[in-house]
């Protein structure tokens, strides 16, 4: 079964966004690959970004510093939520090794948007045995 071996796990919320926003942050422990997903609604004002970003395990199971996951490491290419660019869903998958992992909404002026970001964890190592 397919749900044995995938995920969802939410990093941001379905909200309207008006400011920069962390996303949840997502452990990939028992997962070999990620996508995130993306569901951009009605945008009403330009300037928000969407980036994508990797922690490593800081040695207490909590994700240490988070840095920006390198375009090598993506499948794929992060959408931009605009007037022109809204009410679409997309995905990008994750191609690196970093055990946590977030999404960021970045308002760089006067950005104005409903969306959401998921991340589908797959190829579980371990299927739940619940």
């Given at each position: 079964m397919l749900d044995q071996h995938?995920?969802?796990?939410?990093?941001?919320?379905a909200a309207a966004?008006?400011?920069?926003?962390?996303?949840?942050?997502?452990?990939?422990?028992?997962?070999?690959?990620?996508?995130?997903?993306?569901?951009?609604g009605v945008v009403t004002a330009d300037d928000l970004v969407f980036t994508l970003e990797e922690a490593p395990?800081?040695?207490?199971?909590?994700?240490?510093?988070?840095?920006?996951?390198?375009?090598?490491?993506?499948d794929g290419v992060v959408p931009v939520p605009t007037t022109a660019l809204d009410q679409l869903q997309a995905?990008?998958?994750?191609?690196g090794n970093?055990?946590?992992?977030?999404a960021v909404v970045t308002d760089s002026g006067t950005g104005d948007g409903v969306l959401s970001v998921v991340v589908i964890a797959g190829k579980r190592r371990?299927?739940?045995l619940t």
């Open positions: 995938i995920s969802p796990l939410g990093t941001i919320e966004y008006t400011a920069t926003t962390n996303g949840a942050d997502v452990d990939l422990a028992n997962f070999d690959a990620a996508t995130f997903v993306f569901d951009i395990d800081d040695g207490t199971g909590s994700p240490g510093a988070y840095t920006l996951v390198a375009a090598a490491d993506l995905q990008v998958g994750y191609l970093q055990r946590f992992v977030r371990r299927p739940d």
